[in-house]
């Protein structure tokens, strides 16, 4: 990250207290409250979301010292509390989030999101059950709860029913067809599941992001000689991280019932 620097005394630039100089200089006591409070969620939310979970709680756990921090900052902290396996804090903080009643519906799904990331897919299942209660018209809310519901040992036929939902909501998603299709392997319901993603493109392909959704249809796509889209797939595994946040939870580790 490009390292920014605000007009503040060396002196506190070089105390050792503080991670690193960006913090240093973001609680600059020329400063008002706020305007340092401001800076240090924009440092915090910059560190998350490229992967430095310490300072990232660092400079958010100063900012919300100094007053309420956005809930886009306080679901940033939860996520980097659970990076750091400190999991009660994290799952407090979303559970504070999940109840407030104040959160957009996208907001809702990050925690719901972030509750599976710490092995919570039925406090997930419920944050997402409380969205489709407020709008039951949100594709994504419809397929998370499918995800969240399979992770929590429910019948898998539930999982189906809810992506299929999702599909109905929003017919042109990529991934909602890549998910139903692994679902749909899984429960070795091969024929359908390449019906499902039949239409779909090699570029369409390439824009699905669920590595062990890929990689079950490729395995199907080289055993029925669809070479083309089994290389998509490849080539679309390739390219992804090997570990994916929300909300691409893929339907893994489930029996199928």
């Not at 040992?153 to 809810?162: D, K, S």
């Not at 939902?165 to 998910?179: E, F, H, M, N, T």
């Not at 679309?236 to 339907?251: E, M």
Request: aromatic residues 4%; hydrophobic residues 40%; glycine residues 6%.
């Amino acid at each position: 990250m490009k390292k920014k620097y605000w007009k503040c005394s060396e002196e506190v630039q070089s105390q050792e207290s503080y991670w690193n100089a960006e913090i240093a200089a973001a609680e600059c006591p020329n400063d008002s409250p706020s305007a340092n409070r401001d800076r240090l969620v924009s440092l915090g939310l910059e560190y998350s979301k490229t992967g430095r979970p310490l300072e990232s709680v660092d400079a958010l756990e100063r900012a919300s010292l100094v007053g309420p921090i956005p809930d886009e900052a306080r679901i940033a902290l939860a996520a980097g509390y659970a990076a750091l396996r400190r999991i009660d804090l994290a799952r407090e903080l979303y559970l504070q989030l999940a109840f407030s009643r104040r959160l957009s519906a996208d907001l809702m799904l990050q925690v719901a999101g972030g509750l599976a990331e710490i092995d919570a897919p039925q406090m997930a299942l419920q944050v997402c059950d409380r969205v489709i209660e407020e709008d039951a018209t949100i594709a994504q809310a419809h397929y998370d709860m499918g995800l969240y519901s399979a992770a929590s040992g429910n019948a898998l036929y539930v999982t189906e029913a809810l992506i299929r939902r999702a599909i109905q909501l929003d017919a042109d998603s990529v991934q909602y067809r890549v998910g139903l299709a692994a679902l749909l392997i899984q429960l070795r319901r091969e024929d359908e599941a390449l019906e499902t993603i039949r239409e779909l493109t090699v570029d369409q392909i390439q824009k699905a992001n669920c590595l062990t959704c890929l990689g079950r249809i490729e395995a199907l796509l080289d055993r029925r000689g669809n070479v083309k889209a089994a290389q998509a797939c490849r080539e679309r595994i390739a390219k992804l991280p090997q570990r994916q946040a929300r909300p691409n939870h893929g339907i893994s580790g489930v029996n199928a019932t």
